[in-house]
C-alpha cells in the first residue's frame, strides 16, 4: 500500500479571484491511499503495533478512521478487532462477525476503561483513535504543519476541522517548534470550523469568552453533524492553547452554509469532497463573503477532498492522433521533454503493448502517462513509465498521483521509472508511491572528437 502524506496543496485561483484575496491554498488530504487525513494516522498506529509484536489490533472511533486503519493492518497481515456498541449497526454492516467484540451493554462513559481491559486481557493493541494512542494520533498529524512549512515561508491563517483537536492541537505543535528554532517568525491565526451548538470544545471557548450561547438552535444528529458532535475530549486545553495563542478562533457554521460552501468549493475547484467534512471550508467561505479576510496567504486543511477526475485508457488512435499525443508529452513535460523521436517511439510502443492514460476533467486533457511494454518478463519490469506531465497551472492538485495509481494497478506493480537527478519533487512523490532507488542507469555518450 502506498504511503500517506506529502498530499498536493493546490492553488485555488478561481476562488481568489471570486473572493478579492491574494493567496488561497487547498490541502488535499483525500489523495492519501484510502481518501482520508486518518490515513495519516492509521499508517502509524499498526506500525507502532508491529513494533510491538502484537499479531492483533483493536481500534474505533469514526467509520472513516475504521476504514484507514482496517486497510493497513490488513495490508500487513494484522487481525482486527472492533468493539461494538448500542446503536453502531453500521459496524455489522461493515466487518465479519469474529471482528466484532459485543460491548452493547457496555455504558458509553465506561467504553475507554472497558476496551483499556479488553486489550490487556487478550493481549492485543489498542488503536482506539481518542483513547490510548492520542500521543501518535498528534505526531501524525503534525506532519501536516510540517509540510505547509516546507512548501512555503509565512502563512496568515489556517482553517481546519473541530472534532477532538488533534489537527488543531497538532498544527500548533508544527509551527511553534519551527518558531523556537528560528526557521519561521510566527504562527498562522488557526481557525477551526465546527458545528454551531455541541461540541465540548466550542461550548467551553463560547464559555471562556464569553460569546452568547444559542440555546435555541436545534443542532440535529445527522451524516452532517454526528462526528462533530462530541461532549468530552483530552485534548479540550491543548486545543483552546492552540487557538488562543495564535490569535485564532473557533467558527460554528450552520448546516446551510455548510451545504452553500460545499457547493461553491466543487464547482469553483473542480473537487470531489464530502459535505461533512468541508466544514474548515465553510468556515473561510463564511468569514472571506463576510469580508472578514484581507489579503495575505490563506490555507484551507480539507480532510477528504481529492481531484474530480476521470482517468481513461485510449485503446487506439480515434479520438487522439500520434501527433495529438506528441503534442501533449511535449507540452505537459516543458523542460523534461525528450526529442520527438524517442517520444514517438515510446507512444506507438505504448498503444501497441503498454498503455496510454489520459486524466481528464469536463472533456479537458489535464494529465497524460505513457506506460511501455518493456519486453521482458522476469529479467527486467514488465511496463515502464516512460512519460508522465500536467497541464501547466495545474500542478498540485493530484492529477499525477491519480495518475501514479492508475499506472501500479495496471501494471500489477511491475514497473520502472526514470526520473532526473534533479527533480526533487518528482522523486519524493515516486518515493511516496513505493518506488525504490535501485541502482544508477548509465547511458554511454561518445565525447566528441
Keep these: 500500500m502506498n504511503t500517506s502524506g506529502r498530499t498536493p496543496l493546490l492553488r485555488a485561483r478561481k476562488i481568489e479571484t471570486h473572493f478579492g484575496l491574494e493567496e488561497i491554498y487547498l490541502k488535499l488530504e483525500g489523495t ?23 499479531g492483533t489490533v483493536l481500534f474505533d ?40 467484540v459485543d460491548l452493547k451493554r457496555v455504558s458509553y462513559d465506561d467504553r475507554i476503561a472497558v476496551i483499556e481491559e479488553l486489550c490487556e486481557k487478550r493481549n492485543v493493541y489498542n488503536g482506539a483513535t ?19 512549512i516546507e ?42 470550523c465546527t ?50 495563542d495564535t490569535s485564532g478562533e473557533i467558527l460554528g457554521v450552520d448546516e446551510q452554509t455548510l451545504k452553500e460552501a460545499t457547493a461553491f468549493l466543487r464547482k469553483a475547484e ?27 496567504r490563506h490555507v484551507v486543511i480539507l480532510n477528504d477532498a481529492r481531484p474530480d477526475l476521470q482517468i481513461n485508457r485510449l ?19 516543458m523542460q523534461y521533454s525528450d526529442p520527438a523521436v524517442e517520444v514517438n517511439e515510446a507512444i506507438a510502443n505504448a498503444m501497441a503493448g503498454g498503455a496510454v492514460f489520459l486524466a481528464q476533467t469536463d472533456g479537458r486533457v489535464e494529465g497524460i502517462c505513457v506506460l511501455a511494454r518493456s519486453g521482458f518478463e522476469e529479467f527486467f519490469p514488465k511496463y515502464h513509465l516512460a512519460y508522465i506531465g500536467t497541464r501547466a497551472g495545474r500542478k498540485g492538485r493530484g492529477i499525477a498521483s491519480s495518475l501514479i495509481d492508475e499506472v501500479i494497478n495496471y501494471s500489477q506493480g511491475s514497473v520502472s521509472l526514470h526520473v532526473d537527478l534533479d527533480n526533487a519533487r518528482a ?22 572528437a
Design 315 to 333: 485503446e487506439d488512435y480515434s479520438e487522439y492522433s500520434a501527433e495529438k499525443l506528441y503534442e501533449l508529452v511535449d507540452t505537459f513535460l
Design 270 to 296: 473542480h473537487l470531489k469532497v464530502s459535505a461533512e467534512e468541508a466544514y474548515s471550508f465553510a468556515g473561510f467561505y463564511a468569514m472571506a463573503r463576510a469580508g472578514k479576510l484581507k489579503g495575505g
Design 32 to 54: 492519501n491511499p484510502n481518501g482520508h487525513k486518518y490515513d495519516r494516522i492509521g499508517e502509524i498506529v499498526i506500525r507502532d503495533a508491529l513494533a510491538g509484536g502484537y
Design 130 to 148: 481518542g483513547y490510548h494512542n492520542s500521543h501518535l494520533s498528534i505526531l501524525a498529524l503534525e506532519e501536516i504543519g510540517n509540510e505547509l
Design 151 to 192: 512548501r512555503m515561508e509565512d502563512i496568515d491563517s489556517i482553517f481546519v476541522q473541530l472534532s477532538y483537536g488533534y489537527t488543531v492541537s497538532s498544527l500548533y505543535n508544527s509551527f511553534f517548534r519551527e518558531w523556537v528554532r528560528g526557521s519561521i517568525n510566527g504562527y498562522p491565526q488557526i481557525y477551526s
Design 427 to 448: 522523486r519524493k512523490l515516486y518515493e511516496k508511491f513505493g518506488f525504490k532507488s535501485k541502482y544508477y542507469r548509465m547511458i554511454y555518450q561518445e565525447e566528441d
Design 195 to 244: 458545528i454551531p451548538k455541541g461540541n465540548r470544545i466550542f461550548e467551553d471557548y463560547k464559555q471562556r469568552n464569553e460569546i452568547p450561547s444559542i440555546d435555541d438552535y436545534d443542532i440535529k444528529i445527522n451524516k452532517y453533524t454526528k462526528e462533530l458532535y462530541i461532549d468530552n475530549t483530552a485534548l479540550l486545553e491543548e486545543s483552546l492553547k492552540s487557538v488562543r
Design 61 to 100: 472511533g469514526p467509520r472513516r478512521y475504521l476504514r484507514s486503519v482496517r486497510a493497513y493492518a490488513e495490508d500487513r497481515g494484522l487481525d482486527i478487532l472492533v468493539p461494538l456498541f448500542k446503536n453502531q449497526a453500521w459496524k455489522a454492516r461493515d466487518f465479519q462477525g469474529n471482528q466484532l
